[in-house]
């Protein structure tokens, strides 16, 4: 059974707002122990890192190399049915083209004084994807991450994954070398994120960190963050379905279930005008539940987190959808692209009857690396520009200089920083 | 005396390094005390900042009301130099028309098979901008902050800025007025972070918040960073100038000299083909630190980081700056633009001998908040699009679907993803 809730109920806001700040995920305080292993692999460099994999990972590094080798990833990709590889080959393809149109613009003007104004965009040179290991080993998550940055331009892109007794999952590596990654590196946890932040004799550092882990590689990337850049803290994935009554229950239900599979934290919401459909979805749920292989976690996920809210009509329908921000949103309604415009907070629409989002996680194209945990408020999901950096250019002449100078001193002066008024009082009215 | 370099020596590449990780920051490890405080304010609310202000600003809050009256905004308004108010409405107008050409263009198109594909962008609700106390409390900082969040469409643009004894600078309240920023608060530290991030019961929450700080504020948007989206981690500022032998050396000591008197962790750096260039500069730096006011600060910068590197030529020259990845870059050669597409690592270029650094700072229209310490490798100065967030758009067909379907299936079924596959089989060969 789920949560329901009634948007038309007294006691609607606070029951909302509980449902909002639910905590679902187990915040463990790893700091210490993560601060204590970053500075190791600064200090010792492989040391540490054969030290620690031997520990996490069981895996000898004197005696199974750190680097994966071409011929393990040629290997890897041969054994892998031929099915999944012509998947991944659609899907690397589909990516690539999609995210190719993200390619931003640079920029050069002069305005109305003559002030030459404009941005380059370049790549970032070096760029590190942590991978799970485990059962949260996704291929599809390889190539989310790789593609991007391949067609950012990035001239590294640099694979991490933890190899429990040195095995790592041959579909990893398989997406690996469709999406061009060669360099890749059988370690893990925060001493994997310490060797791409600082290098050591074997890695060399890279300029920024992307890809997810648990909470030990979330804390590692928090706090290197500033010596490298990072991609956000990912969380519990989520999906809220705005339908209206004209749907089939049996679809909405397997929508829910495909996030609630996820993880015991994932959270499942439909928003529905229709209370019957609601309670059909419900029923459907439980039905499908019983064939379900991952059926346990998908139980408690709904159980624990999922919820169905009514609702009078869609426009009542949609600032809820925007204060829960989710990570997905479906638009099962008869007219979708009319809601569009008044999505404010969401990492990805996922428009009508036809477009679960399960499509979005593997072939559409689009990235399935998005905001969780209401952080589409402020961000936005994985792309191209991630792995670029704009920088600015400014361009005056003598007479731009003139212009602006006055104003340029008199807030220096204010500021109290004579100096930078000098460097400005120093060119006034003077020619090349 | 500052430090020299000739790229042409043996040592070069070994002293080079040593030049590229010097600590210019004492990094005090503060985040205990943060995290207390954090603790307290979100458990507490204004209770908690009413105990803070009192006891590291002597501000009793019970007496002065925490926010900024209006009737106060527009008495330091009226009290502030006119041509300070001048130079910042220019700046503000700048900055505000600049900054306009920013905002990112929705996209949506129908790939080859039909597949609907785009994003649309969005302005973050509500956004907090830190301003520093004392002296580095500047309305400029205000200015670049605030402009873009407002070009972006922030509904909700709040300061926070510490106030000893209740005393906010009137040119930050002129330039928060000039901005359109009409919520202040006089709250600073770790305190106003947590305040900007959980909410209090004066202060409703913002989705985002940025602006530089002491160790403690960049301490708590670390800490808060997930919660909300922060800026960058600011560190000293930075120039780096490359100068042929034809400038005038008062010139480029005074631009180095700009950079030098922010802090005593600030670092300038002229890299030059001309070796008599290089000493004609270093002595125009002395000659210049005489009349200084703040020649104290930018003496100990200069010593202990300032650094002059000659080279044989400008290609050489290139490559050790993207090294180095400059907040500034200043191009003081004859032919500035041919070395424009060489820059791979820079937060602003400025271009040719009559744009000094302090120009952008101030009144060229471009941002001020650039990345600091290297991080230009992976990160880009402040600008509209921080203040905005890409919701990406997928929609399917039934054919689409039926197209896609086996490779997604194909790729759930191999990642142990039942109900993703079956989210998109149960649609298989249906029709609306």
């Not at 398989?174 to 890695?203: H, M, P």
């Not at 404010?344 to 009508?352: H, S």
Request: glycine fraction near 8%; hydrophobic fraction near 45%; proline fraction near 5%.
């Amino acid at each position: 059974m789920a949560i329901w809730l009634n948007a038309a109920d007294d006691g609607f806001e606070s029951a909302f707002k509980d449902l909002l700040s639910m905590k679902r995920e187990v915040s463990k305080d790893v700091s210490d122990v993560v601060e204590t292993i970053l500075a190791r692999v600064r200090a010792e460099g492989d040391a540490a890192l054969a030290d620690y994999s031997a520990r996490f990972d069981s895996i000898d590094l004197a005696v199974t190399p750190m680097r994966v080798g071409a011929d393990e990833i040629e290997a890897a990709h041969a054994a892998v049915d031929p099915k999944v590889i012509e998947a991944l080959t659609l899907s690397e393809k589909r990516i690539r083209s999609h995210h190719a149109r993200q390619l931003p613009k640079d920029d050069f003007y002069e305005d109305d004084i003559g002030v030459g104004l404009g941005h380059r965009w370049t790549a970032v040179e070096a760029v590190g994807l942590y991978v799970p290991g485990g059962t949260a080993s996704y291929p599809s998550s390889v190539l989310m991450n790789a593609v991007p940055a391949k067609v950012a331009g990035a001239e590294r892109v640099v694979m991490v994954v933890p190899a429990m007794k040195g095995a790592v999952n041959p579909a990893v590596l398989a997406a690996a070398k469709i999406a061009g990654v060669t360099e890749i590196y059988r370690i893990g946890g925060a001493q994997a994120v310490a060797a791409l932040a600082y290098g050591t004799e074997t890695i060399a550092p890279v300029s920024k960190i992307v890809g997810p882990g648990n909470a030990y590689v979330a804390a590692a990337k928090r706090a290197v963050f500033g010596t490298v850049g990072i991609d956000m803290i990912a969380g519990p994935s989520e999906v809220l379905v705005i339908a209206d009554g004209d749907n089939n229950p049996d679809w909405i239900a397997a929508d829910l279930l495909a996030q609630a599979e996820h993880d015991t934290g994932a959270q499942a919401i439909l928003i529905t005008t229709d209370a019957a459909l609601g309670r059909a979805v419900e029923e459907a749920v439980e039905r499908q539940l019983k064939t379900l292989p991952r059926a346990e976690i998908a139980a408690a996920s709904w159980r624990d987190f999922g919820a169905i809210i009514t609702v009078p009509d869609l426009d009542t329908a949609m600032p809820i959808a925007n204060r829960i921000a989710p990570e997905h949103l479906e638009l099962a309604v008869d007219d979708p692209d009319a809601l569009i415009p008044s999505v404010r907070n969401a990492g990805a629409i996922f428009v009508g009857h036809f477009t679960p989002e399960a499509i979005g996680d593997y072939v559409g194209g689009s990235n399935h690396v998005l905001p969780t945990a209401r952080s589409a408020r402020f961000s936005s999901g994985l792309s191209v520009l991630d792995f670029m950096k704009r920088t600015s250019i400014l361009k005056l002449g003598p007479d731009q200089l003139n212009a602006l100078a006055p104003a340029a001193i008199e807030l220096a002066e204010c500021e109290g920083l004579s100096a930078h008024g000098r460097s400005v009082s120093i060119r006034l009215n003077r020619k090349e």
